[in-house]
Structures are given as structure tokens and as C-alpha cells.
T-cell receptor, first 112, second 113 residues
């Protein structure tokens, strides 16, 4: 079974700080590395994703860093805002995969 | 508006009383899937469907059934619900099997007493 381990389970950051969430995986065939964001009462929605041919991707305040040799990727949220408070999931996969796996989730709270 | 809809959004039922949670998408997506979300366990896949009349088990299929008679609909059936099926359920879809981004519904919170 594909193993995906996400950490930490919960994270509290002060407004303006940097939030960092990590995702470790075992399957070296994974070629798509997304992060989903879920607000209370809503379904998850794709936030940002990266392919293994690049080591970093930045979209606004959100950055994915990818370390192929360590088999892990992380989400960095710069200048964290209270509106970023949500649960975040990683969901690495192989393109064309039918069975999909998610990390355990990280509940992020940004204190004003 | 492109979306995945689920009904009902909230449901409280009793052990053994059959129920169906509906899921519908208006994006003409081929792939649809059901997940349950439990604290500390993340999202776990129950069943998925690659197209009409094609369904298969995910990681936690016990106690659930699905059908895919039409492309847009993918109902989740609990023939005899038990308290351990109390959870938050999400339906998701994506354009094709090869496409990676999933689009999620708003969720159904199920309580089995």
C-alpha cells in the first residue's frame, strides 16, 4: 500500500509568519505532487501542485519545495494570514492512477 | 456553474437503516470517487469509477456499494449502516483517469446511531 505521511498534524502560526507543512512518500513512481486546501464546511480544493522536473514552484505566497532524493515535498506559506487557516492535504500520485491516496491532513491556525 | 453536488449535506440515521448519498457533477468528467474523512486519518478512498458501468474498490470499501449508470451520477449506498461509518463523506470527480486534479463536492456529514 502506498504510504504517505504528512506532518505536523496541527500547526499554529502568528500572522505574518511562515507556515511549513511536510509530506513524505514511499512510491518513487509518483509524478504529481499537489497540496489541497480545505476550509471548514467545504470540500478540499487544489491549491498548488508540482511535477518532479522542477524543485520549487511559487504562486503568490504559496511555495512547493520538492526533494526527490529525500522523497518528500513541502508547502511553505509566506506572510501567513488568518484567512489561510484551513486544513491542508498532500496527495501525491502517478499520472493515470486510479486509486488515490491523501496525507493525514494538517490543521493550520493563523493567530491574528 | 461547474460543480459537484452532494445530497443530503447532513444525515442522522440508525444502525441498519439503508441509505443513499447522491453525487452529481455537471462537468462531463469521466472519473468519480468517494472518500471518507476522519480526524487523524485524512481522506481515504472508498470506491472510484473510471467511467459508466466501471467501478472498483478503494482502500476502505467494506460496508459500501456504488453504481455508475450515468456519467454525471455516482451514488454511495450503505445497505446496513453501522456506527463506525459515522464520518464526513466527499464525492470528487476529474476529467479523465489521466488528469490529476480532483474537484470535490461540499461533503455529507453522516451520523449513525
Amino acid at each position: 500500500q502506498q504510504q504517505v505521511k504528512q506532518s505536523p498534524q496541527s500547526l499554529i502560526v502568528q500572522k505574518g509568519g511562515i507556515s511549513i507543512i511536510n509530506c513524505a512518500y514511499e512510491n518513487t513512481a509518483f509524478d504529481y505532487f499537489p497540496w489541497y486546501q480545505q476550509f471548514p464546511g467545504k470540500g478540499p480544493a487544489l491549491l498548488i501542485a508540482i511535477r518532479p522536473d522542477v524543485s520549487e514552484k511559487k504562486e503568490g505566497r504559496f511555495t512547493i519545495s520538492f526533494n526527490k532524493s529525500a522523497k518528500q515535498f513541502s508547502l511553505h506559506i509566506m506572510d501567513s494570514q488568518p484567512g489561510d487557516s484551513a486544513t491542508y492535504f498532500c496527495a501525491p500520485s502517478v499520472q493515470g492512477a486510479q486509486k488515490l491516496v491523501f496525507g493525514q491532513g494538517t490543521r493550520l491556525t493563523i493567530n491574528p | 456553474e461547474a460543480q459537484v453536488t452532494q445530497n443530503p449535506r447532513y444525515l442522522i440515521t440508525v444502525t441498519g437503516k439503508k441509505l443513499t448519498v447522491t453525487c452529481s457533477q455537471n462537468m462531463n468528467h469521466e472519473y468519480m470517487s468517494w472518500y471518507r474523512q476522519d480526524p487523524g486519518l485524512g481522506l481515504r478512498q472508498i470506491y472510484y469509477s473510471m467511467n459508466v458501468e466501471v467501478t472498483d474498490k478503494g482502500d476502505v470499501p467494506e460496508g459500501y456499494k456504488v453504481s455508475r449508470k450515468e456519467k454525471r451520477n455516482f451514488p454511495l449506498i450503505l445497505e446496513s449502516p453501522s456506527p463506525n461509518q459515522t464520518s464526513l463523506y466527499f464525492c470528487a470527480s476529474k476529467p479523465t483517469t489521466s488528469h490529476n486534479e480532483q474537484f470535490f463536492g461540499p461533503g455529507t456529514r453522516l451520523t449513525v446511531l
